[in-house]
């Protein structure tokens, strides 16, 4: 154990990769706008700047802790020098705080006012440039930018797309994609992370809000609304609750109380995906055909793989995502119901942003009708809840509606990386016997690493799988099966990492203890689930017997 001297206390320090994590460590929360611990050190906002015992100044991220080190944190010419840093930036911010879609949870916002900046001495007087809403899944507003680059970092290191970058010198300086293309006409992918780094209102979501209100209004529309897995363990964050805990019970209540008619669980639509993947894999692993069998339910790692691996397009799992299957079996349902006089629309609620481009996707209509009409990402549905006058914190928890809000603890777990893999594994295992789910648990599908391999039997075949946490991850991996270096027979990949708990329509900011929270209440959903495998639903059954007799390929499958 080493030690160093923070404000006149000795701290103790290990292993940290910087000063900023040891005086971070110590309780000290020093601000910053460009530094994330899963990112590399850009050391460019200077917030976090201390000053050591002879007077020298330096940024905190970049500096490497010592023994015996002597630094503060918080001396008057560090005020100074925080302030003015503030103040320069707000002086060519578009200052529109009350009505910024990110007005109290902006980073900027919340340190003028931490810091006691009341006044900015000088004018913006930058040209208005132009909002970049071309994207189905984030809006680009530069006016916001304050060049942290965190967006830049993130698309780049962790997501390995590299579609922002910093463009031009000096004051003219902006973060754009190559040649200001639209965000549209570039390889995004839509999975929001860049949106769920951005301190300011410089990327957001892009909102869907108004036409769902207005859905919700009309007596002549009956709204139908699923929850995804890793919403009910996000939602009540802005209210108070505790990270992770799960809301589903409160969000049925507030959107009942919202107006909403029909509230269903898209894990519901995860046991049908469990059902049709696994057989899809059976065929595969017969037919020897198109292995690895790529999984489908990601949209982010969909859209990267038919831009950057074409060739493999092939291999991407025909099955639609749960919340296409869930979506397409509501229409058909109401199709099928001649009493029903009122159109049905169909919202998802959804912890990414990416789902608001899948449901656009011409595959994903059934009879020229889109299967799902709208996504909300648990943000918006947050703001809506707000809107409404909803405390969720208070609501009573209520069940969800018959017949599709029953499902399994195998549906839940689709929510983080690995959880799709472990679904279906369970269902090919066939046994929900607690020493063969633990088994299934143990075989390496579980964890946070970026790559995770996992063998497992399946009667006299040995069938190599691999999870995926990440798009730079995948790529790596991609290049290898392509290269016939490496060979697996199922491949799972979740463009966020740690899955659609981090997903970029997901309550900010999402911190180590936040991952962590949710990841375990959703395996904790699992754990006290009466029903653990898809196929043991009652209600999946019946549907197979019923409405989706002679219909499975129709709406559950995408031509390819
Ligand atoms: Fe997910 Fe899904 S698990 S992608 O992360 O597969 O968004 O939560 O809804 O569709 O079920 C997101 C979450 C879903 C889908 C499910 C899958
Ligand atoms: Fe990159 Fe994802 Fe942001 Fe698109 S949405 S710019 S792919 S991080």
């Not at 301190?199 to 209004?217: D, L, M, S």
């Not at 059954?541 to 499975?552: A, N, P």
Request: net charge neutral.
């Amino acid at each position: 154990m080493k030690y160093m001297t923070i404000n006149n206390r000795k701290v103790a320090f290990d292993d940290e990769k910087n000063v900023l994590s040891v005086i971070r460590k110590s309780g000290i929360d020093l601000p910053t706008f460009c530094y994330h611990s899963e990112l590399s050190t850009y050391g460019a906002c200077r917030m976090c700047v201390v000053e050591d015992d002879r007077g020298k100044v330096f940024a905190s991220c970049s500096e490497t802790p010592r023994e015996g080190m002597v630094i503060y944190t918080n001396t008057p010419r560090l005020q100074h020098h925080r302030k003015m840093i503030l103040e320069l930036l707000l002086a060519s911010h578009c200052r529109d705080c009350t009505t910024c879609r990110k007005n109290g949870v902006c980073t900027l916002q919340k340190l003028a006012q931490q810091l006691g900046v009341s006044y900015v001495r000088f004018e913006n007087n930058k040209p208005q440039l132009p909002l970049d809403e071309s994207s189905d899944c984030i809006v680009r507003d530069p006016n916001k930018c304050i060049l942290c680059g965190d967006c830049v970092r993130t698309c780049d290191e962790i997501q390995g797309l590299g579609v922002l970058d910093f463009a031009f010198r000096g004051a003219r300086m902006q973060v754009m994609p190559a040649f200001n293309k639209d965000l549209a006409k570039t390889d995004c992918v839509g999975c929001g992370q860049c949106r769920a780094v951005c301190p300011t209102g410089a990327i957001t979501i892009k909102q869907n809000i108004r036409p769902v209100w207005e859905a919700v209004a009309d007596k002549d529309i009956r709204v139908i609304v699923q929850i995804a897995p890793a919403v009910r363990v996000a939602v009540g964050d802005k209210f108070g609750i505790p990270k992770g805990e799960n809301s589903l019970g409160k969000l049925a209540a507030a959107l009942r109380r919202m107006g909403f008619d029909e509230i269903y669980d898209t894990n519901f639509g995860a046991d049908l995906t469990v059902m049709e993947e696994s057989e899809e894999l059976l065929e595969r692993l017969e037919s020897g055909d198109n292995l690895p069998l790529f999984t489908s339910c990601c949209p982010g790692w969909v859209k990267f793989c038919e831009n950057k691996y074409p060739g493999l397009r092939e291999h991407i799992s025909t099955c639609r995502s749960p919340q296409q299957m869930f979506g397409a079996v509501l229409k058909e349902e109401a199709r099928m119901d001649k009493e029903e006089k009122r159109k049905t629309v169909v919202v998802s609620i959804m912890p990414c942003t990416a789902k608001k481009a899948e449901i656009r996707r011409p595959e994903h209509k059934t009879d020229g009708e889109q299967d799902v009409d709208y996504v909300l990402t648990t943000t918006e549905v947050t703001r809506m809840i707000k809107e409404a006058g909803i405390d969720l914190a208070q609501m009573p928890s209520e069940a969800l509606d018959m017949p599709f809000g029953l499902s399994s603890g195998a549906g839940a777990i689709f929510g983080v990386t690995g959880g799709v893999t472990e679904a279906v594994l369970r269902r090919l295992v066939g046994s929900s016997r607690q020493e063969d789910l633990e088994d299934i648990s143990f075989t390496g599908v579980r964890g946070i690493e970026g790559i995770k391999e996992a063998t497992v039997a399946l009667g006299e075949r040995e069938v190599k799988i691999a999870v995926v946490n990440g798009l730079k991850c995948a790529d790596e991996l991609m290049g290898k099966i392509q290269s016939g270096e490496l060979y697996y027979d199922f491949v799972e990949v979740m463009a966020c990492r740690r899955g659609c708990i981090t997903g970029g329509g997901q309550p900010v900011p999402i911190g180590a203890r936040t991952k962590k929270a949710r990841l375990e209440a959703l395996y904790k959903i699992d754990t006290v689930a009466q029903i653990k495998l898809s196929n043991e639903n009652p209600i999946i059954q019946t549907l197979y017997r019923g409405l989706l007799k002679g219909k499975e390929h129709k709406l559950l499958h995408n031509e390819r």
